[in-house]
């Protein structure tokens, strides 16, 4: 497996906003104020919030408050999210974290969502490798799991194609649409990640990694 050698994180008590993670193609960095015109393009089709429990976005309010909320979900290890980047055009594709954090058992959560003209086109797994990498590789998680709605197939057979094991169904896990969804729950452990394909993806984690994520 290779592992580019990261430089040492520090722990600040000041708000670090310096984080990235850099792959080929794409790169995660942490979300700022002149971001939300992007979100707001890329979350008002509604296609892309059918499954989720926000959205579409209807106005730049949203995702102005959005991105206001991140520092404080950070400071408190709740929420570790990125915008995805291109990195030829500096554009932004889609978002993606970690969440559910539990430092005792060495797990968490990780979610993406992608603007409609980015599905099938690769941006997933490669968004996927570089968040899978900064909780592997830099904030020493065990496990990793992720959820899909059970009617949406395309996200549940991303999440296998990558190394995701399916684990059964929660029923009425989150409100949506005014009533209970069900989602399926899949894992993915340190063992597997480092013997799969993508576990193998050279990437470079550059910048302070929040205290509250830190092992």
Partial sequence: ???DPTP????????????????ESYMLRLANADDAEQ???LGEDPAVTRFFSWG?????????????DLQAKRDNGALLEFVIVERETDQIVGVTGLT???KRDRRAVVGSWLGHK???TGVNVASKSLVL???FRQLGLERISSYSHVRNGRSKAALERIGFVGEGILHAWHWHHGEPQDVNIHCLLR???ERSEIGSDKIEITGTVPAAFLP
């Fill in 56 to 68: 579409p976005y209807t106005s730049i309010e949203q995702p102005q408050k959005y991105i206001e």
């Fill in 100 to 102: 559910e954090f539990s």
């Fill in 8 to 23: 040492a994180q520090t722990i600040s008590t000041e708000h670090p906003t310096d984080l990235q993670v850099v792959g």
């Fill in 133 to 135: 990498g900064l909780g």
């Fill in 118 to 120: 980015y599905w099938g």
């Fill in 191 to 193: 063992e597997i990640y």
């Fill in 39 to 41: 979100l707001l393009r």
């Fill in 1 to 3: 497996m290779t592992i």
